[in-house]
């Protein structure tokens, strides 16, 4: 079983048949990287741009920080940050493939249909809005769906598995199979790292990534500066990017077709190297 070699976008074909990158555009004060630098118009423009320039195929932009312990916002509160900033975006950058970060379906609805977002991002896989299932088939658009247990408050939490590569792909199974009935074309997974796993669990999945490739659909790998990393080495996020380069080409070499990641540059030239081991 082959994995997609393309997505559609907005009637645009995205050629995956390579592993491309996802640059971060967090406009949201207490993101835990880089909360407060891009939340301002002037400074989402320059990120952007930054992204494109650098090899960033997709631009995700969330208003809604989902650390631990982060503040849970209101639906307006989510709309009033992100909208504005998703006009100049799409105003500036026409072409520019944009997908949101919600779990909200109204949010995500009015993304693609005032704005023309093309994908949605969604942490919860549904779980969180039972609505999001109708408006991504009403709208057909592309669907990240992660895995994660809990809610919103203990989401951050250790959980048990029985057996944690297997738990996730029974999770995706389910849900996979959901959306393919109701005529969802283009559907890309996301493991969830750090999400609902300890430290030593969120190796295990990496070390066993291989085995998503059971599924047809594409998989995105978001590990950028995480905890997975920080705590191991007992730095901070803002050292943590050589951590994540490294593991990002573990995750590569084990089948990831989508870096979600903070630093696109380096990113690129991890996938631009590897092409040389083919």
């Keep these: 079983?082959?994995?997609?070699?393309?997505?559609?976008?907005?009637?645009?074909?995205?050629?995956?048949?390579?592993?491309?990158?996802?640059?971060?555009?967090?406009?949201?004060?207490?993101?835990?990287?880089?909360g407060g630098k891009n939340n301002t118009l002037v400074n989402a423009l320059k990120k952007t741009e930054k992204i494109?320039?650098?090899?960033?195929?997709?631009?995700?932009?969330?208003?809604?920080?989902?650390r631990p312990n982060s503040q849970i916002i209101t639906h307006e509160q989510e709309r009033n940050r992100l909208f504005p900033i998703l006009e100049v975006v799409k105003k500036e950058f026409?072409?520019?493939?944009?997908?949101?970060?919600?779990?909200r379906a109204k949010i995500a609805k009015e993304a693609v249909l005032s704005f023309g977002v093309d994908i949605i991002n969604d942490i919860s896989s549904g779980m969180f809005d039972n609505q999001m299932f109708d408006v991504v088939t009403?709208?057909?658009?592309?669907?990240?769906m992660m895995?994660?247990?809990?809610?919103?408050?203990?989401?951050?939490?250790?959980?048990?598995?029985?057996?944690?590569?297997?738990?996730?792909?029974?999770?995706?199974?389910?849900?996979?199979n959901l959306l393919r009935r109701r005529g969802v074309n283009d559907i890309i997974l996301d493991p969830g790292f750090g999400f609902s796993k300890n430290l030593i669990q969120n190796y295990e999945l990496l070390k066993?990534?291989?085995?998503?490739d059971i599924f047809e659909e594409l998989l995105l790998v978001g590990i950028s500066r995480k905890s997975m990393i920080y705590k191991a080495l007992d730095i901070e996020s803002k050292g943590a990017?050589?951590?994540t380069t490294v593991l990002n080409t573990l995750a590569l070499q084990?089948?990831?077709?989508?870096?979600?990641?903070?630093?696109?540059?380096?990113?690129?030239?991890?996938i631009e190297l590897l092409k040389y081991l083919k």
């Design 1 to 34: 079983m082959e994995k997609k070699q393309f997505i559609n976008c907005s009637g645009k074909l995205i050629d995956i048949s390579e592993p491309i990158v996802m640059g971060i555009l967090n406009v949201t004060p207490d993101s835990f990287y880089d």
């Design 52 to 66: 494109i320039e650098e090899g960033g195929k997709i631009v995700d932009i969330g208003a809604f920080s989902t």
């Design 94 to 103: 026409p072409n520019q493939i944009i997908s949101i970060d919600t779990f």
């Design 138 to 144: 009403d709208l057909n658009v592309p669907y990240i």
């Design 147 to 176: 895995h994660l247990q809990g809610n919103l408050d203990t989401m951050h939490n250790s959980y048990f598995y029985f057996n944690i590569v297997h738990d996730i792909i029974l999770f995706f199974s389910e849900k996979v």
């Design 208 to 212: 066993n990534l291989k085995q998503f």
């Design 241 to 243: 990017l050589n951590g």
């Design 254 to 270: 084990a089948g990831a077709n989508i870096l979600r990641v903070h630093d696109v540059k380096e990113a690129v030239e991890t």
